[in-house]
Every structure is written in structure tokens, then in C-alpha cells.
């Protein structure tokens, strides 16, 4: 938090006096300025029927039409579904499983096993989502897939996940746990490695066992990195990504898989409909905006904890 | 940025601290001038050119021009480290007085890039289109005025071009009028062939068939033989859409027809299209389709084709030989061949056909020396290029003796890459059907050039379209077909239907779902634009 002016209320002098700080922010602000603060000026296109060759200058204004268009569309409705449940499902599933890693790799004792199991599973966030996708329609086939191959040992028929709309927003969450949870659990180990030891003997000295420890020494000092995160990942909460979905989708899965950014990606860039799929955007940016400031507003409520 | 008056007094108090502080802020100033000098010479380099034309204009000394090409997936083109200083690009330079600046455009990213290109205003000096003048990739920028006409030009230095060039391509250049572009044609547009592994043909000692129950009973004797994808299947039905073309009912963006007195897409005619679709049915009922066939990329498609695990599929007659070649060697025993399609109730097959033009060329309306540019393209159709072109450079790689031509085919994946991209990518203004000089010179050519000229010059699929494209398909992506992909609505119900998971009978209401998600529109404005015979092409067959 910056310094209040001081008494005589000149803040020109307070300035002044942090000029060092100050001064090393100035990158980052520039930063902020240039490349994200200046291109949301383009946003205006989306209240415009906007030609590349006009320009914003040359363009005309249709006010909220856009808008209008977007919340008329018949198949709107589907994808905000799709976009919330998907989002929902990866608060619910995706978001602790970093968490319960990190506790669980904290109660491994042998080091070395500790740091090749880390290793192990922070690789997959290499990987890209397209080989990603590769390997999933290879694991998951009906006919060749080990996963389908395990199923069939325990007696059940084999499921073409891939091809149904009743899995696939389970192979998207899914994938996402497999390939971010180990790199999601660097924070965490972080914040759990800079718990006092004392406390664990203090508590082991009282009577409490490992379970009783976590419940009331690692949890708690763990609260306000997991808090922090929560609100940051409410930030994202429509904003899924665009890859990830695309390179899943087929004509047997797109009715509960298609997501805001897909159809941002259609309709936009294949179809070159730049305002419409702007005026996408931009719905989905507010409601960003209204999430996190809820969310914020609530944790500063509940646990003190907050962004701002 | 405003100096406090008394920097040395602050210095004089703070002492070390600030002296590194100014330090810091020189060190940063240096970077920036650093950079900024590196601009400068950005300038100057980019002043050469200019001084460059001057000469141009006092004699005969090189045409310098700037053009975007596509990498077309090309290998050569991509490994390429730097493309200008490729030999063949120096040599096609020197026998055409040019001085090209090649800015390549990556081959996934093509609309997007062409799009940027427009948006930032740095056009080259000649663009180069994927055919047609109204184009998604043209982002409206013939409309805008950045190209120039070219009548008046190709009249005066272009004989060539007009004579050689066929009119129907010329049609699809012009715009009000206008001839705004150079093609690259297409004299044969059937390209698109069908594909049976001979071998397990002869195997079964059935015929080769012709109508679809022929197909049909062929695709069951290879599953009995032990074939695993009979029919070798792909996600969308792109390259698997032999049977929508027997029955007549693709649904792209190319196939209107018109059904008393109305246009309209091919894939309202409901009875067709339940027939075709049960066809696939059948195929999938019966095995004789990968049921997993809604994910097979790409890649799968041709990798289980190559590793001898299909029996009949669809694929570019043009791949033939290569394809041959890979397959013999995970199956030595296989035999390849390229049979007439299945045909229908009207008695014709076929695949959708190709646009007149493959690949096309704009001079941006800026530039100052178009007429040399025109000549550039014409030379591209003279004996001189075809020669060039086709076999490289006399002495190096063939010797001729008298009539004979000894020009060693490349065998080596490099050495075809290469051979590939002189005559594919570098020959920009020919007839690309096939290339007529390497083919004759081996048998296995020779067959190749007789299917393109008598199997599937008798075959395909044409319709009305529109160019430019009806608004109100660029208003909906759902309704909207690709050139070979159906609306992703039409899709999910086609593969929902095969799968078993829709009764096929349910294809009236997909027709009215279409219409009322906006195909309604479609078939207005397809009337009135066919009425008023703006941008409408009618069918080649």
C-alpha cells in the first residue's frame, strides 16, 4: 500500500521521498499501460459494424446491437450453460486437487521419493494441448484404449468417451486435473515448507496425531494461499480456455461441450465477424469482473483474506 | 520527464544511493538508444529498395517487388532457413530479371495472417489469394480498393496469360467487371478420386463395382477377409463422403441446385440424403466402418491406410504414386488403384469438384512497376518456365539428347520435397491438374494421367455457388458449410444418425431446423442473388 501524503498534504514530496520505488515501478506500469490497458480502447468495436480497412475512425456505430444479436442467438443459452457447468465442475474438481496433492505430498517422509513423484507430476503441464488431446483419443478409444481395456477386466462394456455428450465435459475437467494439478501444487509445497516446525512439536507433544495436525496446524496456514487462488481462479471462472475444449470437440460431443470461447473462435475468426465476437468477449469479461468482486467481497467478509 | 532543478544537491545529500540510481537510468537510456539506433538501420535498409526503383525506371536493371506466399505444409518451404536465399528462388530470379521479396505465410494460420496483413497495412507488393476475389482470406480488401485492375495491363504485356488461361477462371477473378487477379487453374477440377487396395480386390474375385450394393457387397467380402476398416471412415466425413456423393447431397458451400425454379442447398432433397445416410448405416451396423470413425484425425486416417488396414477409401488422385510407394513398403504385396465412385440413382458419382482457381495473384494497387510484374507472371506459361520448372536447370539435373530427356526422378523423401516444391510451389501461374512433363516420363505416371483423364474427368459433383459467399451464411457459423465440411449443425445430426443415436427419418426436421436457424435467409437471398446473376457460377457438369 502506497504511503499516505503527509501532514502538509503535498504529495509531490511524498513522492519524493519513495522516488526509488517509484521509479522500479515504472516498467511494470508502462507494461500495464501499453499492452493492456491501451488495446482495450479496441473493445469500441464491438458498438460498431467494424471493417479492418475503415478502421475504428471509419466504422459505423450500431450502439448495442451486438449485444442484442448475442443474447437472441438460439444457441446461446446452451453455451453460457456449457461455459458455467464447465467452469463450476473445474472449481469443484480441478481447483482442490492441487491442495490434496500438496498435503499428501507433504506426509511423504523419504526425500527422494518425494522429489521424483513431484517431478513425475508437474511434467505433464509441458505438454501441449493438442498432443494432449492425441493421447486421450488413443487411451480412451473403445476398441484399443487401455482405459476401455481396464473397464473390461472389471466386467463393463466399453464407453466411447469421446464420442458422447454424457462425457466429454468429464474428459475436459479430467485432462485439466491430470496435466495442471502437479504443477498447480508448487505454491502450496511453497507455503507449506515455510510452516513453523515448532507448532507439529508443540502438537505432537499435546497428543495429536498426524490427521489432527493437518486438520488444525497445516490447513489453517495453508488458508490464505488457498484463499488468494480461489479468488483468482473466480476471476477466470468463464475464461477456460480455448485450446483445451477445441481440440476435444467432435459433432458427437460439441452439444455440451461447445464453450463461450469456442464459438468466440467460430464465429469470429472463421466467420471474420470481429464486433459480434468482441461483444462475446466483452459479456464474458463482465461477468468475470462481477464474480470476482462478489467473491472478494464475501472472503474479506468471511476470512479476511482478499485480493484488494 | 521534468528534472528537479537541484539535482546536485540531492545528490550532494543522498549521496552513493542516487549515483547509482543514475546510473541505472543511463544504462537504460543506452538500451533504448541501442534499440532505436537498431530501427535506424531498419530504415535504411528499407530505403535501399526505393533507390532500387529509381534505377528501374532509368533502364533495364531488376524488378524488386515484395509477394506473400502460402508455405502450403510444403517441407522444404518450412525447413527453409531462409527462403530468399533459396538456389531455386536466386535461379528463377536470374532467368526472370527479378528480384523477389518472398514473405511466407504459415499454411494453418492462412486467414488469420491474411487478415493481420490487412489490418496493419503492410501489404506487399503482390498478394497472393487462394482463388476468387472475395475470398474470407481477401478480408474485403478488393472491395477496399488495395489491389488494381488488370485488364488493360494483362491486354499489353500478358498475351500469354489471357490466351492460356481459361475464361472460366478469369470469371472467378473479376470482380464488377474487373480482372483483379492472376489465376493459377484448374483444367480438370475432379480431383478427388476413389481408392481400392487391387490386391484385396482380386482376392475376393469380385468385379470392380459400381453401383453402391456393388460397393457395398465388395466392402463386406473385404470384412471377411479380415480387412479391419472395409471402408476407411474420418471425423466429419471429410474424405469419407463417397456415398453423399453417389446419391447426389453434399452439403457444401459449392452444391445448390435448383429444384423448380428455386435454389436451394443439394441436402434438402430428403430422400436422397436418408439414403445415403443409411448407407452409412449399414456400414456402421455392419462393421464395415471404424465405429470409432467420429475421432479419426487426419493423421489416424492415413497412418491405418498406409499400414494396410483399409480396403477402400477416398484421397486426391494426386497422391497416388507417393501414397503407393509408402504403403509398399509396410505391405510389399499391395496394390493400388483409382476406380470410378459409386454411382447413384441418376447413374453418376463422384466428388464435389474443385474451384477453377487454386491459387491466385493481386498487385497492390501502390505499387509503381505493375506491367513488369504481369510479364513475370506471363513468362511463368512459356516453354521456357515448363521446362524450368519441371525438371530444373540443363546440365545439372538432366542432359537432353536430341529429343530424349534424361532427367533422374528423385527417390529420396528430400530429394521428392524438393522436386515437389520447383514444381508446385515455385511455378506460380500454371495448370495444376498434374504435371504433364514429369509424369510421361514413367509408367506409373502415364496411369496416373489416364485416371485423371478418363476416370475422373467422367465423374463429380457440381453445383450453383455463390462468390461472393451469401451474408447471411457469414452471419451463422452453424449453418455455414466449408468447401468440403457440412454446417457443424448438419454434422451432428449426420453422425448422430449413423451412430444410431437419431432415426434417419428425422431428416425432414433437420432440414426445418436448419431453415429456421437462419437457412431461411439462406434460400431467400440465394434466390435473389441467382435472379439478379450477381456472383452466381453455374454447374461445370
Known sequence: ?308 | MKLPANVNSIIGKEGIGLKKWASLMLTCMFAISLLAGCGGKDEAKEKAPGAAEQQAESGDTVTKFSISLRTLNFGYVEQSPDINADKWVKRLEELTNTDMDIRLVPHKEYEQKMAQMFATNDIPDVVQGQGGTTGKEMAGSVEAGVFMPLDDLLKQYGPNLLKKIPQEAWNRMSYQGKIYGIPEWLGNPSRRATWIRKDLLDKTGLPVPKTVDDYLNVLRAFKELGVENPYMGRQDFKYADTFFGAYDVFPYLSQFEEVDGQIQPKFLDADNMMKALSTYKTMFDEGLINKEFATINPTTFKNTILAGKAGIWSMNANELIQWKTQLKESVPEAELAIIPSPVGPDGKGGYYLYGDVARSYFINAKYKHPEKVIQFFDWMISDEAEQFFTFGVEGEDYTKDGDKMDYKQPTDVQAVDEERYRQAFLWMVQDTTYNKGSLSLTEEGRNLMSVFDNTLANEGRDGIEFDPRLEALKKNPDITPLSDTPPPLLITHMVKMVYGQEPIENWPKVIEEWKSKGGNDVLKEANDRYQSKEGAFLPRK
Open chain 1, 1 to 308: 500500500m502506497a504511503p499516505r501524503p503527509g501532514k502538509d498534504g503535498n504529495i509531490w514530496r511524498m513522492i519524493w521521498k519513495y522516488k526509488a520505488l517509484y521509479l522500479i515501478s515504472i516498467p511494470s506500469i508502462l507494461y500495464f499501460l501499453i499492452f493492456k490497458y491501451i488495446p482495450l480502447g479496441g473493445s469500441i468495436i464491438a458498438f460498431q459494424e467494424y471493417n479492418i480497412f475503415k478502421g475504428f475512425g471509419g466504422s459505423e456505430w450500431v450502439g448495442f446491437a451486438h449485444f442484442a444479436e448475442m443474447f437472441r442467438h438460439y444457441d446461446f443459452l446452451r453455451i453460457l450453460k456449457n461455459t458455467v457447468l464447465i467452469g463450476l465442475y473445474d472449481l469443484v474438481f480441478a481447483f482442490p486437487a492441487p491442495i490434496i496433492l500438496a498435503l499428501l505430498l507433504n506426509e511423504l517422509r523419504l526425500v527422494m521419493f518425494k522429489r521424483v513423484v513431484q517431478t513425475v507430476v508437474y511434467m505433464p503441464h509441458f505438454l501441449s494441448w493438442v498432443v494432449i488431446a492425441g493421447m486421450s483419443v488413443a487411451i480412451l478409444s473403445p476398441t484399443t484404449g487401455i482405459l476401455n481395456q481396464l473397464l473390461g477386466w472389471f466386467g463393463f462394456d466399453p464407453l466411447y468417451f469421446l464420442g458422447d455428450n454424457a462425457y466429454i465435459r468429464g474428459v475436459l475437467i479430467g485432462s485439466g486435473v491430470w496435466r495442471d494439478t502437479g504443477y498447480g501444487t508448487i505454491l502450496y509445497l511453497a507455503a507449506l515448507a515455510g510452516i513453523n516446525p515448532e507448532l507439529y512439536e508443540a502438537a505432537q507433544i499435546d497428543g495429536a496425531n498426524r490427521w489432527k495436525q493437518t486438520l488444525r496446524i497445516t490447513l489453517p496456514a495453508l488458508l490464505p494461499t488457498i484463499m488468494i487462488l480461489f479468488l483468482l481462479h473466480i476471476g477466470k471462472f468463464l475464461d477456460f480456455g480455448f485450446e483445451r475444449v477445441w481440440v476435444f470437440l467432435n459433432a458427437l460431443n460439441t452439444e455440451n461441450g461447445e464453450i463461450l470461447d469456442t464459438y468466440i473462435y467460430r464465429a469470429g475468426l472463421l466467420s471474420q465477424q470481429y464486433s459480434y465476437t468482441t461483444a462475446v468477449g466483452i459479456f464474458k469479461s463482465l461477468v468475470g469482473l462481477a464474480l470476482v468482486m462478489t467473491g472478494n467481497f464475501f472472503s474479506r467478509k468471511t476470512t479476511g483474506e482478499s485480493l484488494y
